[in-house]
């Protein structure tokens, strides 16, 4: 009988933890939790905590925008090429996770591929040569000799762009006048070329 009464104080408390969760949309409305996994699911979306404990809320993972592009140029020192007007590409590595550290994300060959399109990119388009950020370095260690990583300064690239550490790494790339567009977690590296191309 302990066993049941335990049971039903697990369950209990259990329900009251579930309906305790509120979900919101990208927006900020609130909806119910089958809208939100389906959203997940089915939408280049990610869950990510609200404001209140308990809360989640959907990010759209490709947002796309107008901002201060001035203050993101200056904090990279990179003002010759603001008045070039050219476009930079940032490539966001969030710190150590599951997605970053994952065999097929850590192989040298791949890496350098990568870096290689990315090189490729710039130079199609016009823009400047990539600018690699961290928010935490630990995991880094497998792109030595491939490219260097610069602490994101001040911490504005985290602000505007990448606020919560999403999977993998995250790319923006944004124009002397403020257009950007951006894809938030894990994306084939050659979304920075149709970015590159819709700036």
């Not at 990583?149 to 504005?156: Q, R, Y």
């Not at 938030?184 to 070329?193: A, V």
Request: glycine share 10%.
């Amino acid at each position: 009988m302990k066993t049941v009464y335990l049971l039903l104080f697990f369950l209990l408390g259990l329900h009251g933890q579930l309906s305790a969760q509120s979900y919101f949309d990208e927006r900020g409305k609130r909806i119910l939790y089958p809208e939100y996994e389906e959203k997940i699911l089915n939408g280049p979306y990610f869950g990510v905590p609200g404001k209140q404990s308990g809360d989640m809320r959907l990010v759209h993972r490709m947002p796309v925008g107008l901002t201060d592009a001035r203050l993101f140029y200056e904090k990279l020192g990179k003002m010759d090429v603001f008045e070039a007007g050219q476009p930079l590409v940032v490539i966001f590595y969030p710190g150590k996770d599951e997605c970053n550290s994952a065999r097929g994300t850590s192989d040298p060959k791949t890496l350098a591929s990568d870096h290689a399109a990315v090189l490729r990119y710039v130079k199609k388009h016009g823009a400047a040569a990539p600018v690699y950020l961290y928010q935490q370095p630990h995991g880094l260690e497998k792109y030595e000799g491939i490219h260097s990583w610069a602490p994101d300064p001040e911490g504005v690239f985290a602000q505007q762009f990448f606020s919560y550490p999403y999977p993998c790494k995250s790319f923006v790339v944004l124009s002397p006048k403020g257009n950007y567009r951006a894809i938030l977690g894990e994306f084939p590296i050659s979304q920075i070329d149709v970015a590159l191309k819709k700036l």
